[in-house]
């Protein structure tokens, strides 16, 4: 059971629109930043958002991150074939000791 | 090129030890501070452990909490991750990764991974 809690899938047609949601606490969401990153079958994460809803360099204007309170949403707009992957929310928790934590997983695709 | 790249994998019995490596290049490696993240097969992320530029700072998952050491080396820009009393559970692909902007956000910069398995 993971911390934060993320749908397990999300589908929608090419060009369409989708939002991936990821809920948590207090403890990481509600203070910390969130992260969002894409994988692909077969291969290491890649990072889409960084603190919240900023994204690295080279990733496109298609993917954007908000939060609110203790959720965060990933938004992906004109979708392609090619970002049928799974995705991860992740961030800090201040509880305790303090630990990394990521949501389960939503396997996106685009039909 | 910046790359990370994981070493030390293999198949091991329940209850032994195993040492991960991760060699940094491309970067100033002692400026960063580094994560051990896993992936067992068919399921999701899960962060292990991270520890601070200068190795001062580590905290660790629940689940390896005293069994698992992160340490580093930053006059050989490697990682490394000492895994002891290794369970079942432990199987996964055990990936390297680059902090963000801080030490608590798991950055852009991944290795591809090694695989554990711990089976007897």
């Known amino acids: 059971q993971s911390v934060l809690t993320q749908p397990p899938s999300v589908s929608a047609a090419p060009g369409q629109k989708v939002t991936i949601s990821c809920s948590g606490s207090?403890?990481?969401?509600?203070?910390?930043?969130v992260s969002w990153y894409q994988q692909l079958p077969g291969t290491a994460p890649k990072l889409l958002i960084y603190d919240n809803n900023k994204r690295p360099s080279g990733i496109p204007d298609r993917f954007s991150g908000s939060k609110s309170g203790t959720s965060a949403t990933l938004g992906i707009t004109g979708l392609q074939t090619g970002d049928e992957a799974d995705y991860y929310c992740g961030t800090w928790d201040s509880s305790l000791s303090g630990e990394g934590v990521f949501g389960g997983g939503t396997k996106l695709t685009v039909v | 090129q910046v790359q990370l790249v994981e070493s030390g994998g293999g198949v091991v019995q329940p209850g032994r030890s195993l040492r991960l490596s991760c060699a940094a290049s491309g970067f100033t490696f002692s400026t960063y501070a580094m994560h051990w993240v896993r992936q067992a097969p068919g399921k999701g992320l899960q962060w292990v452990a991270v520890?601070?530029?200068?190795?001062?700072?580590?905290?660790?998952a629940d689940s390896v909490k005293g069994r698992f050491t992160i340490s580093r080396d930053n006059s050989k820009n490697t990682l490394y991750l000492q895994m002891n009393s290794l369970r079942a559970e432990d199987t996964a692909v055990y990936h390297c990764a680059r902090a963000s902007s801080s030490i608590f956000g798991v950055g852009k910069l991944w290795g591809q991974g090694t695989l554990v398995t711990v089976s007897s």
């Open positions: 520890l601070s530029s200068d190795g001062s700072n580590k905290y660790y």
């Open positions: 207090s403890s990481n969401i509600g203070n910390n930043y």
